[in-house]
């Protein structure tokens, strides 16, 4: 079942789209990944969808409401979630006091306790660093607390910009390793990665974005295959 849809979604930076009429659907319980180039446009469609850009046409609908014209903060109350790039912890509040941030709209307020414990058992480490100063933790760790805060929201879809920026092979891989464990917990995902690859190792569903305009949709492991992604964001030429 479809849980975002957009239609014909464009977003201008003054005359200049950074979309153009794009279309795309993420399906509840599934892990969704739009990738594509630098520049190319998803973290912008990420924050169309969150309501931190406003769309100059096209429809915006979650759970088949028509949100285009909602606040960020009203998305935020129906479940739309964004882990945004660069992780943005706060750095002078501890482990705890930034998962507690996350859990401030009123959907999740009264669960707080409960979701609590439910991010520490997901990430363990997060809990022997409950009361360090994020601005203490590695860049892995504040990844993770970024995750762990946006999940104490209880969120409907979590969209993740660009989770594994800056983080060495390791971490890239165990930031993806948890990234499916939580879609395994019933959490649906839409994933936004340079990292074309594993990006798509361990999606359902995948959109191909260039230049402001999707190019290609299609099961991710089709994806994988195609020759066209092969070359350009692989670099394999078969």
Known sequence: ????????????????????????????KLITSLVGANGAGKSTALRAISGLLSCSQGSIYFDNLKIE????????EL???????????FPYM?????????????RSKKE????????????????????QLASTLSGGEQQMLAIARGLMAKPRLLML???????????????????KKINRQGTTMLLVEQNVRQSLEIANYGYVLE?????LSSDAKEILKNDHVRKAYLGLLK
């Open 211 to 215: 230049n402001g305009r999707i190019v």
């Open 94 to 106: 501890t482990t705890k006091e930034n998962l507690e941030t996350g859990s401030m709209c009123k």
């Open 112 to 131: 707080r306790k409960e979701n609590m414990e439910k991010v520490m058992e997901t990430f363990p480490i997060l809990r022997e660093r409950e009361n």
């Open 161 to 179: 910009d660009e989770p594994s920026l800056g983080l060495s092979p390791l971490l890239v891989k165990e930031i993806f390793s948890i990234i």
């Open 1 to 28: 079942m479809s849980l975002l849809r957009l239609e014909n979604i464009s977003v201008r930076y003054g005359d200049v789209f950074a979309l153009r009429e794009i279309s795309l659907e993420i399906q509840e």
């Open 79 to 89: 479940g739309l979630i964004q882990i945004p790039e660069g992780r943005l912890v």
């Open 69 to 76: 014209k909602f606040s960020t903060d009203q998305r935020v």
